[in-house]
C-alpha cells in the first residue's frame, strides 16, 4: 500500500454483516485549505458508521483524509464530499461525519453530514 496522499479508499469485508454495530473514528489532524484565502484550515474529522458489507481499511483512510492537505475546500462542502466517498465506497447502513474546523476570525465551525442506507429505498 502506498504512503502518498490518495482519494483511494479501500476496503475490506465486514466480520460480523448480521449485526449492527458501530465504528467510530476520530481524525484531529485533519488539514485544508481555505479557497478564498489559501490559508491552511485544521479539523478533527469524527466519523461513526453501521456497517452493510464492507469496512473501510484505516490506513487508506488516513491516506485519502492526508490528501485534503493541499485542496482549497470550503467546511461544507469537504464534509459533505468525505461523507459521499465513504458512502460510495462501502456503502453503509448508516454514517455520520462531523467537521469541527478550529477558530479562525472568531469563529469555529462544526459541520455534520449523515446517510442512512434506507433514505434511498
Not at 481499511?57 to 485534503?68: A, I, N, P
Not at 465513504?86 to 459541520?111: C, L, S
Amino acid at each position: 500500500m502506498s504512503t502518498k496522499p490518495s482519494k483511494a479508499l479501500d476496503t475490506f469485508p465486514n466480520p460480523k454483516p448480521e449485526r449492527n454495530y458501530t465504528i467510530a473514528f476520530d481524525c484531529p489532524e485533519f488539514t485544508c485549505l481555505c479557497p478564498m484565502t489559501g490559508q491552511p484550515d485544521f479539523a478533527t474529522i469524527r466519523m461513526e458508521y453501521i456497517p452493510d458489507r464492507l469496512c473501510v481499511e484505516l490506513k487508506s483512510l488516513k491516506l485519502y483524509l492526508w490528501s485534503y492537505r493541499d485542496e482549497g475546500a470550503f467546511h461544507e462542502a469537504v464534509t459533505n464530499r468525505i461523507c459521499d466517498d465513504i458512502v460510495k465506497a462501502i456503502d453503509p447502513r448508516w454514517i455520520q461525519v462531523e467537521g469541527n474546523f478550529f477558530v479562525r476570525g472568531g469563529i469555529a465551525t462544526t459541520v455534520t453530514a449523515e446517510h442512512t442506507k434506507f433514505d434511498e429505498e
